[in-house]
């Protein structure tokens, strides 16, 4: 070899090396930040219920007055199911009208008022449509079809993060969780946020925690600016699945405790079942994802919002009732006491407690897991309330 083509070929090599470090460069230059001063985002809150209403008022005041309103638009739209809200004077005013004058969520938030960035959008799409952090909190069973009937019109730059507390649905290899099925649907990052929050106490500024769980630090860094106040303190994970089944789980157990109440136990009898229901959410979750770290379970999403359900979330009242009329001979349907009780809202332990027992059984976990099939079983099954105390 000459050593004109000596050069020539190095002179070549130099020139492609330097073409592929450009495009490098290039392509990293090209990469925006999820967070930007320059590049708010718009927040839209995908469901109205009393925990989505909390979360319109943490994340508007958050905009107003914190952090929050370097990195996101001022406006904060609340898709709103609409429907007809009697008046004292006989006439009747549209739930999203009364939010947007009134600032007050009379249906499912009474008595709190929301910030007035908040806007309640009662068209689905319209809501949806350029926003760039979708906040979805809506009873599990309709986060399918609530997805599907948006998923033409959101953002490509948009990112998510799920409140929904229940709801397992069963998969081939084992089980598939609502952030998955998000995920599926929008085909963007799905972070998830849970914690001992009960949705009243959080709107009246009473101090909590809560757990965002986020394979992406990213993701995690905007939902946390988003949340993140005084009042509702939040530390993030890089765990999303444990996270998630901590916020279904604990609605399980919590019917166990509203068993104990309402045959008359007192709180020494309630503390084994929510200490029995900590060690077998970990057993289940566990199994499933093997991978799992301990210390997730010493977060808010674990055992406080366990305790927080077991002592005063809605699963755990009307499991109370639903034990007291068996005892006395007049049992009560979980309908009956969803449509008594609830204001329109739903209950996820019931429904938590049938998708698991299916995975349960296939995979032969009853004798790891006797609390939450007894609890199936008084549910469901017409075993006697007393029968829960045969496990423990």
């Keep these: 070899m000459t050593t004109k083509t000596a050069s020539k070929k190095a002179t070549t090599k130099k020139a492609i090396a330097k073409a592929v470090t450009t495009k490098k460069t290039t392509s990293a230059k090209a990469k925006k930040p999820l967070l930007s001063t320059e590049n708010k985002r718009t927040v839209c809150i995908v469901g109205s219920g009393n925990w989505g209403s909390t979360a319109a008022k943490i994340i508007g005041e958050n905009i107003l007055t914190g952090e929050a309103k370097n990195y996101f638009n001022e406006e904060v739209r609340m898709w709103v199911f609409d429907e007809d809200i009697p008046q ?10 009364i939010i947007n004058t009134d600032h007050e969520n009379v249906k499912f938030l009474k008595g709190h008022k929301l910030p007035v960035n908040v ?20 009873p599990h069973q309709f986060i399918p079809k609530t997805a599907m009937g948006v998923k033409d019109c959101i ?7 799920s409140m929904v507390k229940g709801g397992v649905d069963i998969a081939e290899d084992g089980l598939k969780l609502c952030s998955e099925s998000i995920n599926e649907i929008v085909k963007h990052e799905v972070a998830v946020i849970m914690g001992a929050n009960v949705a009243d106490e959080v709107a009246r500024g009473d101090f909590c925690e809560a757990t965002i769980g986020a394979s992406n630090k990213e993701v995690a860094d905007v939902f946390h600016k988003l949340f993140n106040m005084k009042t509702f303190s939040v530390n993030c994970v890089t765990e999303v699945p444990s996270v998630e089944l901590c916020g279904a789980l604990k609605n399980v157990v919590a019917l166990a405790a509203g068993f104990v109440d309402g045959i008359g136990m007192g709180g020494n009898t309630k503390a084994a079942v929510i200490r029995i229901g900590l060690k077998e959410m970990q057993t289940f979750i566990t199994h499933f994802y093997p991978k799992t770290k301990t210390e997730v379970f010493s977060e808010s999403c674990g055992v406080a919002d366990l305790i927080t359900t077991c002592f005063g979330g809605r699963n755990r009242k009307c499991a109370e009732v639903f034990a007291e009329s068996r005892i006395q001979g007049e049992p009560k349907s979980w309908e009956e006491l969803e449509t008594a009780m609830l204001n329109g809202q739903k209950m996820q332990g019931t429904l938590t407690a049938q998708e698991i027992m299916p995975l349960i059984q296939h995979h032969r976990l009853e004798k790891k897991l006797p609390l939450m099939c007894a609890t199936y079983n008084i ?14």
């Design 88 to 97: 004292a004077d006989g006439s009747v005013r549209k739930l999203s009208e």
């Design 155 to 161: 953002d490509p730059n948009a990112v998510s993060i």
């Design 379 to 392: 549910a469901f099954k017409e075993a006697s309330p007393k029968t829960l105390f045969d496990i423990l």
């Design 119 to 138: 806007k309640a959008v009662p068209d689905l799409k319209e809501a949806v449509t350029g926003a760039t952090a979708l906040v979805w909190v809506l």
